[in-house]
């Protein structure tokens, strides 16, 4: 059952490609304070960048959130302002572990979170933050949605589209840099083709702290591999829809998904067999 009563064969999406100012939580929900409410009546889902109010820090200890911080209370606030779901990924402690989850908020209101499977490596956030194990997908106006947080975006076997794991849209929040965005527009137009699902990739722009550009190119790419909005590298707030009838159709006609590998992913939500493809 859907966590919203409408069922919506037409789904508004607002990108918001923001310059994060870096471990400044005050300041980064400041900004946004000033964009948001204008959106009000006029969007369905709102999607902010991966680690929206402080930039990919690895310095959990000092900024990380607990159950109900400011910036989850905040997003709480801007979805019944805006009566939209609101998306993003903050850093968070619980007990003695810190996650880089993905925050779900709906003006209900109703809260879905996703942990970050893939921790990045090269920036070793596996030394800071502990991996998520298991896959989410969240029921919105009649539409199935799958989280992912960056690095997830590199592994086929995690965002595959399965009877057990079923989506129309998967929704990427990141911290892509500059250097490696031909691998960004690569793999989200191989994610949308191989599962036939929309995609909503949103990434930050400007330079972290570590000197690290990023240039956005946040963007929404249908099932065909079409891309129906990029962003420039610009701060941008973009509304656009996209269209479950149109989805619908094209499965039909073109059911590649009868003739997929069969696998048991199973294993995959544990530790070891997580680490095998991370």
């Known amino acids: ?56 820090s690895m310095r959990p200890h000092l900024f990380a959130e607990e159950a109900n911080g400011i910036a989850q209370e905040k997003m709480q606030y801007w979805s019944t302002l805006t009566q939209a779901a609101i ?25 879905k979170t996703y942990d970050k499977a893939h921790l990045f490596r090269m920036g070793e956030e596996q030394l800071h ?40 849209l998967a929704i990427y929040v990141a911290n892509w840099p500059q250097k490696r ?12 083709i191989e599962n036939q699902s929309y995609i909503v990739a949103v990434n930050r722009i400007g330079e972290d702290a570590s000197g690290i550009l990023h240039n956005g190119a946040s963007c929404v790419i249908n099932m065909q591999g079409d891309v129906l909005y990029d962003a420039n590298d610009e701060a941008v707030c973009h509304t656009i829809s996209i269209s479950k009838s149109d989805l619908t159709n094209y499965r039909e006609v073109f059911p590649v998904g009868l003739d997929a590998d069969r696998f048991n992913l199973t294993d995959a939500c544990n530790d070891n067999a997580t680490n095998l493809i991370s």
């Open 1 to 56: 059952m859907s966590s919203i009563e409408i069922d919506k064969k037409e789904l508004r999406i607002t990108l918001i490609q923001q310059g994060i100012i870096w471990e400044s939580s005050a300041a980064n929900l400041e900004y946004l304070d000033s964009i948001i409410p204008e959106l009000a009546g006029k969007t369905d889902i709102i999607v902010l960048p991966e680690m929206f109010n402080t930039g990919f």
């Open 87 to 111: 998306c993003a990924s903050i850093m968070v402690r619980e007990g003695d572990a810190f996650y880089n989850r993905f925050f779900w908020f709906e003006p209900k209101p109703n809260t």
């Open 129 to 168: 933050y502990n991996k998520g194990n298991k896959q989410v997908i969240i029921e919105y106006a009649n539409w199935k949605i799958a989280p992912f947080i960056c690095y997830d975006l590199r592994f086929p076997v995690w965002n595959r589209r399965r009877p057990d794991f079923d989506y129309d």
């Open 181 to 192: 965005i031909a691998h960004w527009r690569a793999l989200l137009l191989a994610r949308a």
